[in-house]
């Protein structure tokens, strides 16, 4: 039971336009959420996160978005870079519950010059 | 700070040999948490601990593998005896509230 998913597996955009990645989740109890970016041969990095109370948070080129109503959110960047090529997490816990993070299966992003 | 730390970064060896993943979390961080990376599973959780203690083992695939915190600075996640199938990327990964904190891996191809 995948409770966090990431349905495209990959995503193409040019340099300069905007990326949108989408997460959906269907645990109710998620109240944080965050995106984590992957290079090759290296560990996840944090990227931006966002608590339920909130529907948006900006942090220079990352914007991720939280509709709670449809379980869903997404991250925006804007303008791509081909240095943001890599696979982007998504992930979410119950904050009050340990502290652990659920990941979804990851969307690779490829940014052409 | 200098993250968190893991070694080794690359291992190779063969079935049945016993192999030990070791990990440095970072400075002042009370949450470890061991984490497996394959092309199957995905990013799955084996363990994590809380204050050297460990709070859920759920993911630990079956008795091989075993991890211990002895104290705040130090974690390991044995395999004994290892198999073909649990050649993965291991990953650690510390944090206080909120976001975890990576580090590189541990490269592990068991022959």
């Known amino acids: 039971d995948q409770q966090v998913k990431q349905n495209s597996p990959s995503l193409s955009v040019q340099e300069g336009r905007i990326s949108i990645l989408n997460c959906d989740y269907t645990n109710s109890m998620f109240d944080y959420f965050l995106w984590y970016k992957k290079y090759p041969a290296e560990g996840p990095t944090f990227l931006i996160s966002i608590s339920s109370i909130k529907d948006k948070n900006e942090d220079g080129r990352f914007t991720v978005f939280l509709n709670k109503s449809a379980k869903h959110l997404s991250l925006h960047i804007v303008p791509s870079q081909p240095g943001d090529s890599a696979v982007y997490f998504c992930?979410?816990?119950?904050?009050?519950?340990?502290?652990?993070?659920?990941f979804g299966g990851g969307t690779r992003l490829m940014v052409k010059p | 700070d200098a993250g968190v730390i893991q070694s080794p970064r690359h291992e190779v060896t063969e079935m049945g040999q016993e192999v030990t993943l070791r990990c440095k979390p970072i400075?002042?961080?009370?949450?470890l948490f061991w984490y497996r990376q394959t092309m199957m599973r995905g990013l799955e959780l084996l363990i994590y601990?809380?204050?050297?203690?460990?709070?859920?083992d759920s993911g630990m695939p079956e008795d091989r593998f075993s991890a211990k915190m002895p104290n705040a600075s130090f974690s390991t996640l044995k395999i004994q005896p290892s198999e073909p199938r649990d050649s993965a990327v291991y990953f650690c990964a510390s944090s206080s509230r909120g976001a975890q904190y990576f580090g590189p891996g541990t490269r592990l191809l068991v022959l």
């Open positions: 992930a979410a816990s119950v904050r009050n519950a340990g502290n652990m993070l659920t």
């Open positions: 601990f809380n204050n050297n203690v460990p709070i859920d």
């Open positions: 400075s002042g961080h009370d949450y």
